[in-house]
């Protein structure tokens, strides 16, 4: 199984600011996901990232207001821009399995994210 | 959006087996039934897969009808470690850019002493 730590784990911020999410994995990974989930909600892919390449988003999801990063095999960031009050909710990312745990997706423990 | 449908909530008493079921009647030949779940301020947990066959693990069994258009997941003896969001989701198997979960609303299990 893979291990994914995120940091921050929350965060408090003031609207209008942005917070790059870090995302880092205990072995090497192709593609790595970043979802969110708004309270109570479920969870919704925001983008796909392959190291090397753009990231894949979503629809109603763009670039300019989540940017990622995909600088290696086993780290990934997600930053939320010029925050509004909307974007507060858990950002997680997440990896497909290799080996014999292919296909299974892990994920990490999430960013809580509060925008006032 | 989602292509399951599962019962919003659902009671279970300790040490009792939960059945937790889910519809997928447009379910397409080559995609499988996975099932992950929610613990309170965690990341979603795999359980189990399968794509025709019944399926167990350490953790669970999967039965898929033979028409495959819904499956059940059980829990054999239910824990209070056990009370949970459980997400039902079709998705096609390894490969290429078909990696992506579809989450719905799932079902919020509640283990009762």
């Known amino acids: 199984s893979a291990v994914i730590s995120q940091k921050p784990s929350r965060d408090i911020c003031q609207r209008g600011t942005s917070l790059t999410i870090q995302c880092q994995v205990d072995?090497?990974?192709?593609?790595m996901f970043w979802y969110r989930q708004q309270p109570g909600q479920s969870l919704t892919l925001i983008a796909t990232?392959?190291?090397?390449?753009?990231?894949?988003?979503e629809s109603g999801f763009v670039i300019d207001k989540f940017p990622i990063s995909r600088p290696n095999l086993t780290f990934s960031t997600l930053t939320v821009s010029n925050m509004s009050p909307e974007d507060s909710s858990i950002y997680l990312c997440?990896?497909?399995?290799?080996?014999?745990?292919?296909?299974?997706?892990?994920f990490g423990p999430g960013t809580r994210l509060t925008v006032l | 959006d989602a292509k399951t449908t599962q019962p919003p909530s659902m009671d279970c008493a300790e040490g009792r087996a939960a059945n937790l079921p889910c519809n997928h009647s447009?379910?397409?030949?080559?995609?499988?039934v996975y099932w992950y779940r929610q613990i309170h301020s965690q990341g979603p947990q795999y359980i189990i897969h399968?794509?025709?066959n019944n399926e167990t693990n350490e953790m669970a069994s999967l039965i898929i009808t033979e028409d495959r258009k819904s499956s059940t997941l059980i829990l054999p003896h239910a824990t209070l470690r056990d009370t949970a969001v459980y997400y039902c989701?079709?998705?096609?198997?390894?490969?290429?850019?078909?990696?992506?979960?579809?989450f719905g609303k799932g079902t919020l299990l509640t283990v009762n002493p």
């Open positions: 997440s990896v497909e399995g290799t080996g014999r745990n292919y296909n299974e997706q892990f």
């Open positions: 072995s090497q990974v192709t593609m």
């Open positions: 990232a392959n190291q090397g390449s753009e990231a894949t988003y």
């Open positions: 447009t379910i397409s030949g080559n995609e499988y």
């Open positions: 399968g794509l025709k």
């Open positions: 989701i079709v998705r096609e198997g390894s490969g290429g850019s078909n990696y992506k979960l579809t």
